[in-house]
């Protein structure tokens, strides 16, 4: 059918579905087609069985499954992306496609409930009959019900596929938690399959693949015995911010055709299962992009994160020690008491401004309105000339400060830099706006504990970072702002402030925002400059750093959950951040 008029009121039902959950508005089905296939599609028409206006509950509910995986292909698919990553082998070819699959059902079952009855539903049409099940199809059944959460195993194919649930409890303990932390991230999850396809190769001949074996091969680490455990989970290289350049572009123009989707939000990785993966600390960045450097430059990747540290500012410094930087800090903003509380009144005067008023008009009671005058004349029994002024509270709102920790930033800086935290928090928390304040640095100079483990393992090239990250958090958004105060002082105190890895310094603050439950979410970066790490930029590319903040700006940017915005202290930021 060509032309929109001759749908039926079914059809046209499931092309509106399908347009709302693609976020695609020129999308077109297709109905009568002969025969379907499961290949993955970015095509803007569909073909979908002819829908009678009869249909049993079955067969409408098996359609409505074909439309919602079209649908979800369409809004999470990058084709581009998939065939860079598909390997070889024409078998294990066809298992990457099909567990490429359980990946786009996934997302769309864990969003929406009927989604997942309609998409277990086309599954048990499709399957009916198909007895013994062939390997890809009873791989992908496991896979699909590790990773959704109401797409189980019928119970009609739980039989067949028992096999295979017992062959893979390894590989699926091994590489589940990244899979379903990372099914938003088609590359990553599309590394960690290769991964698993090496695994499942040695279970099953049919899916061998020279390449994923020599990649397997290259994956292994050799470590000391005592260490062997802490390296399991860095035998596969899942960096998160590196891709290939062969679909860098179609990757950039796929992700801007979908800017209006906004993507679900996925369940925080478990930290415990994550503490010595090579991806950055906390790293519950669903959809992150993996962008190579401009000129070929290696992706980012992390030599050892187990000695990187989170801690609270009072745990870096005691009670008394706190109180008395406290008052130092205050001695050196001595001469700026009038400047402070007129940026503070400015500020509260702006943002109260921004609060909407607006009368509710026809009240039995309150302040007689103007407008209604003509109509109290005219009809003397008017009861409700009245109006009242409503106004409107703000949009629930948090704030996070991200201060730079680095030593650059020792003296006049790292005081302009408390000063303005100070300012904004306690200015925010007047006008009813949360606010968070944190830190980022390192724990030693010119490298730690990575440093000397990657010196112990024969200084291998291209290690990555090499140093052990140190995040501060000095005030969490409940705290009060008054409570919250003598923290800041621990910014003045001798061995806080050392260099500084942006990019993963934002990478954090951001997880820790976006998991907040405000509707608008605000992340401000006070820095000096450029990320420096003498470790890591001696032993990698001279880029290395600076690739990866901008790597990360440009994701958090192009994702638009997070308003990000920076101030520069004594350097100009705008060539990183578009907002500063």
Not at 162 to 178: C, I, P, V
Not at 240 to 246: L, M
Not at 540 to 565: C, P, S, W, Y
Request: glycine content about 6%; proline content about 5%.
């Amino acid at each position: 059918m060509s032309k929109q008029e001759a749908l039926s009121p079914l059809e046209s039902a499931l092309t509106a579905a399908s347009k709302a959950l693609s976020g695609e508005a020129e999308i077109t089905l297709n109905f009568g087609a002969n025969q379907l296939s499961d290949g993955v599609s970015r095509s803007s028409l569909f073909l979908l069985p002819s829908l009678p206006e009869n249909a049993t509950p079955a067969k409408l509910a098996d359609v409505r499954g074909e439309a919602d995986l079209t649908a979800l292909t369409l809004r999470y698919h990058n084709m581009h992306m998939h065939m860079h990553q598909r390997p070889a082998s024409p078998q294990a070819a066809q298992l990457f496609d099909r567990l490429e699959q359980v990946r786009i059902e996934s997302l769309g079952a864990n969003q929406l409930s009927g989604v997942a009855q309609n998409l277990q539903a086309r599954l048990q049409n499709r399957l009916r009959g198909q007895v013994p099940l062939p390997a890809s199809e009873a791989i992908a059944l496991v896979l699909r019900a590790a990773l959704a959460n109401d797409l189980s195993i019928p119970k009609p194919l739980q039989h067949h596929a028992q096999m295979w649930q017992d062959a893979l409890k390894n590989t699926l303990e091994k590489h589940g938690e990244t899979l379903k932390n990372t099914l938003e991230n088609q590359h990553i999850y599309a590394q960690t399959l290769r991964v698993m396809l090496a695994d499942i190769a040695a279970l099953d001949s049919q899916f061998s693949d020279a390449q994923l074996q020599e990649e397997a091969a290259a994956r292994t680490i050799s470590t000391q015995p005592n260490e062997q455990d802490a390296e399991k989970d860095q035998s596969m290289d899942l960096d998160a911010t590196g891709s290939s350049e062969e679909w860098g572009e179609e990757v950039e123009e796929d992700e801007e055709s979908s800017a209006t989707v906004q993507s679900a939000e996925m369940p925080p990785p478990d930290s415990k299962k994550q503490k010595h993966a090579k991806t950055p600390p906390i790293p519950d960045l669903p959809n992150l992009p993996n962008i190579e450097g401009e000129d070929g430059l290696q992706s980012y990747k992390i030599y050892s994160d187990a000695h990187d540290e989170i801690v609270h500012a009072e745990d870096l410094a005691t009670p008394e020690e706190l109180v008395r930087l406290r008052k130092l800090l205050d001695q050196k903003l001595a001469l700026l008491p009038s400047v402070s509380s007129k940026l503070a009144a400015k500020l509260q005067r702006l943002l109260l401004a921004k609060q909407q008023r607006h009368f509710q008009i026809e009240q039995e009671d309150g302040e007689l309105d103007p407008t209604h005058l003509s109509r109290l004349i005219s009809t003397p029994f008017y009861s409700t000339p009245y109006r009242r002024e409503h106004i409107t509270d703000f949009r629930d709102t948090v704030v996070t400060l991200l201060l730079d920790n680095s030593g650059s930033m020792r003296g006049r800086p790292i005081t302009v830099a408390a000063l303005s935290a100070d300012i904004l928090a306690t200015t925010l928390e007047r006008c009813g706006v949360k606010t968070e304040i944190l830190g980022f640095t390192t724990r030693e100079w010119k490298g730690g504990e990575a440093r000397k483990k990657w010196m112990a393992n024969g200084q291998p090239p291209a290690p990555g970072r090499l140093n052990d990250l140190r995040h501060i958090i000095y005030k969490s958004a409940e705290l009060r702002a008054v409570l919250g105060r003598k923290r800041l002082g621990l910014m003045l105190k001798d061995g806080i402030l050392k260099e500084n890895i942006d990019g993963e310094g934002i990478l954090w603050a951001y997880n820790r925002l976006k998991k907040r439950p405000e509707q608008r979410k605000i992340l401000m970066v006070i820095s000096d400059g450029a990320p420096v790490d003498d470790a890591t930029l001696s032993s990698n590319h001279a880029g290395f750093l600076d690739t990866h903040l901008r790597q990360v700006i440009a994701m958090i940017e192009k994702r638009d959950e997070v308003e990000l915005l920076a101030i520069g202290i004594g350097h100009d930021v705008t060539r990183y951040y578009s907002r500063a």
